[in-house]
């Protein structure tokens, strides 16, 4: 079993920064890809960053350039570094893993979200 814990989230002014963490634990012999994704209120989930290891990160265009993903690899961890917040950027931001939990396995697994609000 795999456990993905995320934190970070709260309520920040526009033009204000947080950072959210995902911490991946349990039966883990590989980890292929970590990313975000979020869902705002009304809307579908969308991709806001993902990181292949060893390979590419991508970005929503809406987040290049205040966004910035980041890993812990000894810690099996995903940061997210949200700059110049707006208010677009509310939402519930999930972490997501392409996980292995054993040779020749692989499966996707979703943290519970954190709420991040951007309001004045």
Do not use: H
């Amino acid at each position: 079993q795999v456990q993905l814990v995320e934190s970070g989230g709260g309520l920040v002014q526009p033009g204000g920064s947080l950072r959210l963490s995902c911490a991946a634990s349990g039966s883990i012999f590989r980890i292929n890809a970590m990313g975000w994704y979020r869902q705002a209120p009304g809307k579908e989930r969308e991709l806001v960053a993902r990181d292949v290891s060893g390979g590419s990160t991508n970005y929503a265009d809406s987040v290049k350039g205040r966004f910035t993903i980041s890993r812990d690899n000894a810690n099996n961890t995903v940061y997210l570094q949200m700059n110049s917040l707006k208010p677009e950027d509310t939402a519930v931001y999930y972490c997501n893993a392409d996980i292995s939990p054993w040779l020749d396995s692989r499966m996707r697994y979703w943290g519970k979200g954190t709420l991040v609000t951007v309001s004045s």
